[in-house]
């Protein structure tokens, strides 16, 4: 039964997007995944993931890895997203590759609009990769914004906003986040 299942999930999802890979281990509420035309998700083995993964423009891509929790958090994706193996990401995490709208007023002041037809100029919107490392942790309620490599072992402290990448087996907080200590040998 649990299959059967499975394979309804791969046939709603897929339907969505382009390529759908998610291991028959793999725990995923399908129901929120928002995909697009040429949109690749990828989940590995044994991760759950409660997220709301929206994918905001064509050809997208987010990859899981295994191992991997990620809880009811968010994540939009209009370049690619990169999630590690055994990495830990808390409720209410949002994680984004893109600004969403131009920095210049002229180039969005018709996005509104252009949403209510179904449609969006992303040529001016900055979009750049995100990638969380293996044996990370993200805190509750943290902001990774586009661009941002969060370093193996990392950990980001509960409501962070994370505006520069982060060193592997560190611990970062704060708004913007600020690296608190290294994380030694004996707690890796």
């Not at 046939?11 to 949109?39: D, H, P, Q, Y």
């Not at 131009?102 to 609009?113: F, K, N």
């Amino acid at each position: 039964m649990l299959s059967n299942i499975f394979n309804f999930k791969q046939f709603i999802i897929g339907s969505m997007l382009a390529e759908a890979n998610i291991s028959k281990s793999a725990s995923l509420n399908f129901t929120r995944v928002r995909g697009r035309e040429g949109c690749k998700l990828f989940i590995g083995d044994r991760s759950i993931v409660s997220a709301y993964i929206y994918f905001e423009r064509t050809n997208a891509s987010i990859s899981i890895g295994s191992e991997t929790f990620i809880g009811k958090s968010r994540i939009l994706s209009a370049s690619d997203v990169v999630i590690g193996n055994n990495v830990l990401i808390s409720s209410g995490v949002t994680v984004v590759d893109h600004n969403s709208h131009s920095i210049a007023y002229s180039e969005r002041s018709s996005d509104v609009l252009d949403w209510k037809n179904s449609k969006k100029d992303w040529s001016n919107v900055i979009c750049k990769p995100v990638l969380i490392s293996d044996k990370s942790w993200i805190g509750f309620n943290s902001i990774i914004l586009k661009g941002i490599t969060i370093g193996e072992g990392a950990i980001v402290g509960a409501g962070s906003v994370v505006t520069k990448d982060v060193p592997p087996w560190t611990i970062v907080g704060g708004n913007p986040a600020k690296i608190i200590r290294d994380i030694p040998e004996n707690e890796r």
